[in-house]
């Protein structure tokens, strides 16, 4: 019943997007088409299970054992940099359909603020390992959620009548806002 | 405390370094260094208009060798250089294409209901084709706008699209998106070489042209003061403006709609003042043509035909070769139809404007005598095309016809053109109601002949251009309409008179059908020269092979040389025919139309080996598009053609009969063009002259 409650709000309730507002700089820029979210939102899961089972174990194996907890913020960008980057070119060689079709946005996803957020916010609220895992693995299916329904909004957008002055990002921005105000109606239904 | 933190760093990121090393080594993938490179040429647009999914896609097709070195349509040909010199290719010339938009309606069309929703030419077609009641024309939501990816459209004020021919890539992602068809991918070739289609926009005028010339562009061009883009409109369609524009009937000013409110716009008029403008202006507009491809091809006879089609043939990146039998290029327009319609430096120059092409040829040559099909062959051509005309005139089979003073009228007007003898109080007969019977009419008639032309019909049913035989009447020649002669008198060997016989028609009112002889009808007129000009016909004598056999089919309509209407082409396949050895007698403008078509059968064949039926070809007037009701504001009269006096075409031979019109007067007459579409038209064309005293506002609208 915890895991379930959790799942459920770091999807909805704790949407990483529209209630924490990280990684809104994916969430603009890469919402253009459903097609293209579906993929971002597929690797941004990836990246996000991965970020954390590799940080998890530095934090509580090297960064608390040695008092330097306050090197977490780098430490995690290198970590996370580097292996993005080793995880492109072992799809490449491993797994080529998978990285042809995740492969555009790895690069693109190495310093999401929202994978980070993640690998962050599982040592604050000192989650075990494999609570740290679903977590982010919710986490970015909120991300997912939300992206895939701004990018359809943006579809019919894209064919309908806007005002000039409200074309693109504008009227964009404006429906982020509203989306976000209707998943605040998820307030106080959980922790 | 310091010194741990930095252990601790340097030795994660050291590690971490050290196995994005390693990993790099272990799982890298062997790539043609190769694709990178023509990669690096591509402009990353990954527009896919290629074929390929995206520029890299594209670079590994071309490393693959499955894409030439030309693969990029968006790129330049520095491009495909940049390519070609990484593969060790070699660069084929690739012909740049454009998006074109055929709709001029816009705003001007009718709508058949009022359209709110999804702002998308796609799903508003989903809906009965449309608001528009044209179901062709451009729907105007600006999909294709959205869809390019160079920014190089943008909806004009009426509504339809307007390509930045500097940004499009021809990338065809608008024409993909356009759910009727409305903008298109157009190259010169495509251009040059497109027959009319059922779906295509075609006012009236277009549709009825052999030619099918842009008319509507042209006379906006003019209005809009764009002589040299007018000329280059005409000369799409027609490599022949000046001499089109002084002796073509112009079936297209007979249904210009705007005949249902005054009179037809002046369309050969202006086409003639806009050829003037540049002969006047003594230098030639640049023509576009494509580096030469390789492919030669024979061309017998200069005349409007053969011309017309090497024309085509050198812009579209061949190399044709004229052969000529006489001295001169330029067939029946040179030394036949007479100086004052058709002056002989006119036709040198427009025959010279297209041998600066890069048309060769070779005058002096006739075909069977001194070059057969198998020299031709021989020599390299890969394609010949038979354009030697309908010069036979049929001896008149009545009694006498091989007397004395019995001559034909193309050897009579080759002679008056060489020599212009004096011909006072002789007595001519000339039979025949054809343009060239006018014609030595008013040859002779200027010398002082008496004149008298025995036609076989009434003046309206003539085959000559109406204006003409006004001018036969003017000049005093004597046209004694429904006649035809019975027997000639001969006296001392020559010939000394006809007796000929009235005709009637069948039905006097419709004059349909050919006329019959009225028995006991019976009269007698003196002659001393009698010209058949009954018709002209094509000598099958010349196509014979070795054996004295016929080389083509003998088509029994027409009575010239069979082949596929469209194609043009014999039973021999790279034969082809045009002009009036297939068609039998015709006027200018059909012929430079077969050239054109010959011209289309020709490239195809050259290049693919098959002529390809085209699409939805429009062979008849589209019913729809010939309106019964229109809403036209103003009435301006039609241009008058200031005519040469006839005091003074008695004394002269040299100067034209029809004279040039002024700028002003050719602006003004264009602003009468309706800019007709296919159904929508420019209700107040001329507004812009409703100062004038004779342009009036018409109070009734529509149509008695």
Redesign the interface.
Known sequence: MEYLMLFISAIFINNIVLVQYLGTCPFMGTSKSTDVAIGMGAAVIFVMLMAVAFTWPLQHYVLTPYGIGYLQTIVFILVIASLVQFVELFLKKVIPPLHASLGLFLPLITTNCAVMGVAIMVQRGEYPFFKALLFSLATGLGFLIALVIISSIRERLDISPVPAVFRGIPVALITAGVMSLVFLAFQGMAA | MVA??IL??FL??LT??A??AV??R????AEDPRVARVEACLPGANCGGCGYPGCSAAAAAVVDGTAPAEVCIVGNIETSQRIAAIMGAEVHFKEPRVATNICSGGDRANLIFDYKG???CR?EALLYGGEKSCGIGCIGLGTCV?VCPFNALRLSEAGVPVVDWNACRSCGKCAEACPTGAIRISSVTSVLLHLNQTDDCLAPCMQKCPAQINVRRYIQQIKQKDLRGALLTIKEHNPLPLIAGRICPAPCENICRRKIVDEGVAIHTLQRFVADWEMQSGIRVPLYCNPPSGHKVAIIGGGPTGLSCAYFLRRVGHEPTIFERREHIGGMMRGVIPEYRLPKKVVDWEVQTILNLGVETRTGVAFGRDVTLKDLEREGFEAVLIATGAWKVPPLGIENDDAEGVVDAISFLERFGREGPDMSGVRVVVVGGSNTAIDVARSARRQNALVTVLVPAIQRKMTANKDEVERALEIGADLRFLTAPLALHVENGAVSGVTYCDLAYDDPGKAAGEPKPVSGTKAFIEADLVVAASDRVVDHSLFTDADGNPLFKRDKKTGGVSANPTTLQTDIPNVFVGGEVHTGRNILIQAVADGRRAARAIHFHVTRGAVPEPDNQQVQVIPETILKNMHVTYTIPRVQVPLTPLEERRISFKEEVACSISYDVARKEASRCLRCGLTCYDADAGAEYTQDDDVRPIDRPGSE
């Open positions: 741990s933190s601790v760093l994660l990121g971490a370094a196995i994005l990993a790099s272990l799982l890298h993938v999804v702002e998308d799903a959205k």
